[in-house]
């Protein structure tokens, strides 16, 4: 077990180390058994409302200021940057952290990709492509939309589809609104929409009044292609997707509170922020009217094998293709007071814990009850790899709680994962 007692706990006291960082990436892989201990990730919207449920200290929700908006997201192993006005140099960036030092897990990769993320992904993307986030509001979002890849690329962007899981442990309240608008009321035409793009200063849109809401159930989730409407509720997502920051919000007005126009167009050509057909053929209209939306989108946990017997149980959380191609996938692994496990992982991982304390790898990691903005924690780690296909230990080192980790997936590294319409296990 390493004695981190020495450990700084304050990201403030670690010096960043840039440009050629190979040697420390080995250093820090050898002293993690293969992987890499991270800083958390903080990213605020400036038109969204906290939910309060990501651990973040209540004094530090608008640690960003004010006028950035609250923190109401964390991101995962992310190499993405977030595409917020006004943002800091590295935000939406995790950060390594190896004893007195710290890097970019995005530099981390681009020193050492092969043995990060393994050859295959290296090579197709240059570039770990996915990431995942804690998304946590008090109420609902504005129905929007994420860019596919043709039209993501029109703005020098990438596309995303997403995943959603709610984890039970982030969800003993519901807050305001545990509904999700997806897509739209069969029957829906273009005009509809294109109609409601038209009035955005003449008072609410009325664009909800041709998307249906669904109910939203912790333990449940939902895989969301690019160019889908929805409206996220407030339970506190995991969420999964690829590693972009594209979108467009499409509703005016939320909960009273009015969408800048500037929203709907941030990553369409200012030649074309003013063509409603332009916007409205972003939309994957089949997708988005599919009379069997629910049968083809929604998620209940799998059993990746039957392993209960053995004191622990790991089921796929967000599974299921997009247009036929597996973009990410999604485990949680939980593991019974007193016991421990190895998995051969199917690729790289970033993993968060969400309950219980442990160790991987001979990792100490633990879920905190509360996080200082600028505070370190023991609950995040990137397993490389080379350590994933070797085979990952996992064990509880409680006597009476679960330890809950979750963990995603990059693109085609999970070819057991089932299709969508699995089954409760």
Sequence with gaps: MLDLAAEPRDVR??????????????????????LLRLAPCWVPRSFLHPGRRLKLDPRDLYAFGLSRGGIDERWFGSTTEAANEGRVHDEGLSYVVDGAHRFTLRDAVAARGETLIGPSLWQTYGR?????KFFDNMGPIPLHMHQDAYHA?????????????FPPQHNAVDNAFPHTFFGLVPGTTKADVRAALARWEEGDNGILDLSAAYRLRPGSGWLVGPGILHAPGSLCTYEPQWGSDVFGMYQNLCEGRAVPRDLLVKDVAPARADDLDHLVEQLDWESNVDPNFKRNHYLEPVLVSDT?????????????????????????????????CTITEPGATSLIVVQGRGAVNNLPVRSPAMIGFHELTEDEVFVSHTAARAGVTYENLSATEPLVILRYFGPEEDPDAPDIGGTLQ
């Design 153 to 165: 690329s029109l703005v020098g962007q990438e596309g995303k589809p997403e995943g959603y899981y």
């Design 128 to 132: 770990w492509p996915v990431y995942s």
């Design 13 to 34: 006291a670690l010096r960043t180390l840039e440009g050629d960082i190979g040697g420390a990436v080995d250093a820090a892989l050898e002293r993690g058994g293969g």
């Design 308 to 340: 209960r017997a053995a004191g622990y149980a790991d089921r796929w959380v967000v599974y299921g293709r997009v247009k036929g191609r597996q973009w990410f996938t999604a485990r949680e692994l939980t593991v019974d007071p007193g016991c421990r």
